[in-house]
């Protein structure tokens, strides 16, 4: 009976052990967290990002043309149950797609679903503490198309981007 009391903890140490043995953790990624403008956007434009807590990292993205939301999405950065890390896209009017990472360093993270139509890669570049630059891309027919969102770090004041 003591063995099948100590199963429930076997399992968690288990799982913690596989999520660290399948590469970095949220905290790697600390440096996306705080609230970011889009460079040239309208006010509002821009994404925030909350800090690793609970296994998750929360984002938000929104762009506002003429002085309306044109575009939102909501977004994640968890492990997936085999302990990949993962950015899970919730755009407006689409439907759910998960990009496990492709790779990690201190200063980028680069996740990839080949089998998604547009972008087939979602990455996020740190330049210093105060600039972000995050890059969808993939192919398009035959042709590879990149779409840069060059931001700069803003005071978190009500939601991402500058005051408005």
Same mark, same amino acid.
């Given at each position: 009976?003591?063995?099948?009391?100590?199963?429930?903890?076997?399992?968690?140490?288990?799982?913690?052990?596989?999520?660290?043995?399948?590469?970095?953790?949220?905290?790697?990624?600390?440096?996306?967290?705080?609230?970011?403008?889009?460079?040239?956007?309208?006010?509002?434009?821009?994404?925030?990002?909350?800090?690793?807590?609970?296994?998750?990292?929360?984002?938000?993205?929104?762009?506002?043309?003429?002085?309306?939301?044109?575009?939102?999405?909501?977004?994640?950065?968890?492990?997936?149950?085999?302990?990949?890390?993962?950015?899970?896209?919730?755009?407006?009017?689409?439907?759910?797609?998960?990009?496990?990472?492709? !790779? =990690?360093? #201190?200063?980028?993270?680069?996740?990839?679903?080949?089998?998604?139509?547009?972008?087939? *890669? %979602? @990455?996020?570049?740190?330049?210093?503490?105060?600039?972000?630059?995050? !890059? =969808?891309? #993939?192919?398009?027919?035959?042709?590879?198309?990149?779409?840069?969102?060059?931001?700069? *770090? %803003? @005071?978190?004041?009500?939601?991402?981007?500058?005051?408005?």
């Amino acid at each position: 009976m003591g063995f099948l009391r100590q199963i429930p903890l076997l399992l968690s140490v288990f799982a913690m052990a596989s999520a660290s043995a399948a590469g970095p953790g949220l905290s790697s990624l600390s440096w996306l967290s705080g609230c970011w403008a889009s460079e040239g956007g309208e006010p509002g434009s821009g994404e925030q990002w909350s800090a690793p807590a609970g296994g998750t990292m929360l984002g938000m993205g929104r762009t506002v043309k003429d002085g309306k939301t044109a575009q939102f999405e909501f977004m994640e950065l968890r492990h997936l149950p085999d302990g990949t890390l993962a950015f899970i896209a919730h755009p407006s009017g689409q439907r759910t797609t998960t990009f496990p990472v492709l !790779r =990690i360093s #201190g200063s980028e993270v680069v996740f990839e679903n080949l089998q998604h139509d547009f972008p087939q *890669r %979602v @990455a996020y570049a740190r330049e210093g503490d105060h600039r972000l630059r995050a !890059r =969808i891309e #993939g192919m398009r027919g035959e042709t590879l198309r990149v779409v840069e969102f060059p931001m700069d *770090r %803003v @005071a978190c004041r009500g939601g991402a981007g500058r005051p408005g």
